[in-house]
Nanobody, 122 residues
């Protein structure tokens, strides 16, 4: 099993910055893509940013140029640096990891964190 723990959410004023972190632990054999999704109130969950093990990235249009996803493979950790935050960025942010475990070598599955609230408001 893979366990994800997120941190770094909170309340910030428009134009401010936050950095989210997500640590993956458990019986991990290999991690492919690590990334972040968000779910605003009353809306569906959407991709924010993802970073593949080979280094390619995928960003939502709404966050391009403001958010940066990065990872530390040695620590099984993914980060989301959020700058120039806007009220419409307010949402619950979820960490997502595509991983295989020691019991399922070569077979990848999606794992999710519990979510961390980001609120952008003056």
């Amino acid at each position: 099993q893979v366990h994800l723990v997120e941190s770094g959410g909170g309340l910030v004023q428009p134009g401010g910055s936050l950095r989210l972190s997500c640590v993956a632990s458990g019986s991990i054999f290999s991690i492919n893509t690590m990334g972040w999704y968000r779910q605003p109130p009353g809306k569906q969950r959407e991709l924010v940013a993802a970073l593949a093990s080979a280094g390619s990235t995928n960003y939502a249009e709404a966050v391009k140029g403001r958010f940066t996803v990065s990872r530390d493979n040695a620590k099984n950790t993914v980060y989301l640096q959020m700058n120039s935050l806007k009220p419409e960025d307010s949402a619950v942010y979820y960490c997502n990891v595509e991983a295989s475990t020691k019991a399922t070598i070569g077979r990848f599955a999606d794992y999710w964190g519990q979510g961390t609230q980001v609120t952008v408001s003056s």
